[in-house]
């Protein structure tokens, strides 16, 4: 297929442009930086420059990866526009290049785009009444993490009015190797540092960047598959356990928690990323027969840190 790719040359899109180019499909990835990002892409990827330049190459998929990191600075009012827009720009732009491809009955199958696992907001902690396992059918918790990721996908939706199949990945944390959430973890856990934040009993549903772009491939060769899907792995930790596993894989003590009011000071309401979580479940992607190379966090980090 060709299929084109935002935010082609972030850490998940590289890994999922190595996989698609080894599996023989075409590539067009839109960025910002076109020559940077040629250098990071494998060779015979096309780069442009905007979504609506691929009119003409008529891609047959779309995986829509695009958004500024939403744990990169405090959330401003400025701040929290620029996470929206920088998301939902460029999934309003996906959904044109559909309405103008379907005007030439030239309608790509399928839109993945990436969602979050904070559409469901802060959920009951380990040992706190209502905590459950929270699947694509859980009750969302209103705050602002929920309401980015709703106009976010809400946005991806339009492109179904075009014939397009629409399905929204909502993704934890995603580990491995140079990048992502491990990149910040790991310096202080190996000099014996880390610790738990705050009371350590939010969950945090992660995904091994491997699974997670199995994951997309899976939902762009499944015409049958739509909607939402959690992008995470079977079996989410709670940040306590999260930190002793990572010593425990280290060989480091985990004995310097950081009291959520530290956080609270440093962060502002972003600190909510760090001191709440959801004990989410991909009971859509199991249910339709992916399997997870790597369901447990003693596994994932016994690959990722070999």
């Not at 990866?65 to 720009?89: C, F, M, N, T, Y």
């Not at 602002?144 to 014939?163: D, K, N, P, T, Y």
């Not at 502002?268 to 790597?294: C, I, K, Q, W």
């Amino acid at each position: 297929m060709r299929i084109l790719i935002t935010g082609g040359s972030g850490f998940v899109g590289q890994r999922l442009c190595q996989r698609l180019a080894e599996a023989g499909h075409e590539l067009i990835v839109v960025s910002r930086d076109p020559a940077a990002a040629r250098q990071r892409l494998p060779a015979g990827t096309e780069v442009i420059g905007n979504v609506l330049e691929a009119l003409e190459s008529a891609p047959e998929a779309l995986v829509n990866l695009a958004g500024e990191p939403i744990a990169a600075k405090r959330w401003s009012d400025e701040q929290k526009r620029r996470l929206i827009d920088s998301r939902v720009d460029v999934t309003q732009e996906l959904v044109v290049l559909c309405a103008q491809l379907a005007a030439r009955d030239q309608a790509p199958r399928v839109l993945v785009s990436a969602s979050a696992m904070g559409y469901y907001g802060a959920q009951p902690k380990q040992g706190e009444p209502g905590q459950q396992p929270v699947t694509e059918e859980t009750a969302f918790n209103d705050e602002f993490a929920h309401r980015l990721c709703e106009r976010w996908e809400s946005v991806a939706r339009g492109a179904a009015e075009h014939g397009t199949r629409v399905a929204l990945l909502r993704i934890g944390l995603v580990l491995d190797q140079g990048g992502g959430s491990l990149q910040k973890m790991l310096p202080p856990f190996k000099l014996g540092l880390g610790g738990r934040f705050g009371d350590g009993r939010h969950f945090m549903p992660w995904v091994h960047r491997e699974d997670l772009v199995r994951a997309i491939e899976f939902l762009l060769e499944h015409d049958e598959l739509e909607g939402p899907f959690n992008g995470s792995a079977p079996h989410p930790v709670t940040n306590a356990a999260f930190s002793r596993t990572l010593a425990r894989q280290l060989g480091r003590p985990a004995i310097f928690p950081v009291p959520a009011v530290v956080l609270k000071t440093a962060f502002g309401e972003m600190s909510r990323l760090l001191l709440t979580g959801a004990d989410m479940r991909p009971a859509r992607l199991e249910a339709a027969g992916f399997t997870f190379h790597y369901p447990t966090l003693d596994k994932a980090l016994a690959d990722i840190l070999s």
